[in-house]
């Protein structure tokens, strides 16, 4: 077993699984605001203070939010490699400087945010961040290191070079950071494998191997891929086994929250943070 998982992941009744690192200290299942509460009013605010500020007020305690950075190194929450689609400004974040990023409003309305100012405005919020470019990694891991916020963040990145790098920039700083998102790679490793039944004894790979897929405590992966379903009992048991949680992106039916529920998955990643706040009082009262 990896040394992470030694020290952070022990066994409880919830589904068999808990790990002791402070991201995941509070009961699953968890609910994930996907880029913040960006409906009704807050339509189109995707990503800006406003609208992760408006999900923690009713209550998520979980947001998924993405960073890139500006020329001048800032670390700014935008998932778009570009300003094109959402704000009334055109041109790519990492040619711009923090200056100018700052003169931008999404949907009109809103300002973009730095990570650092997120941080400190919601104190009692644990996120999800996607560090969408390879440039973004060292301001981000020294922005974490610099705040001292290990606890309540998680990385997430879709390539293993990104993730990788910054699992050894954490280490050496002693910092431990759980990773949450999965790359392509490791989500259909952990799925053959958990087409088998004796996971590493006859599975496709090693059960160490395995574990090293779900260093972080955590696989956040959607629901089918590559036009496989991904997410069923056995798939669950798989990453349960490896003493981390099932989380699934972006899942914004109510049918198919109460189903991935119902198979016994610990979080949900939802553009919908209303229905699912619906769905989990439901299955709370009943």
Known sequence: MSAFLERAVSRCRHTGIMTSHPYLASPAPRAFAHRGWHSGEFHGLENTLAALTEAARRGFEYLEIDVRVSSDGVVVVHHDATLDRVSNMQGHIGDLPWSALAE???????????????????????FNIDVKCDAAVKPFVDLIQRTATF????????????LNLMRRLFGASGGVVPIAAMTPAAVMTLWSSSRVGALGSQGVLPKAILRRVAWGGMAQVPKAYAGRTLVDPKFIRAVHALGA?????????EAEMHELLSLGVDGLVTDQPETLQRVLSERNDS
């Open 245 to 253: 949680e099932v989380h699934v992106w972006v899942v914004d039916s």
């Open 151 to 162: 606890d309540r963040v998680a990385m997430a990145a879709f390539s293993t070079r990104r």
């Open 104 to 126: 931008a409003r999404v949907d009109g309305r809103e300002p973009l945010s730095r990570l650092s100012d997120v941080l400190e405005a919601l104190p009692d919020t644990k």
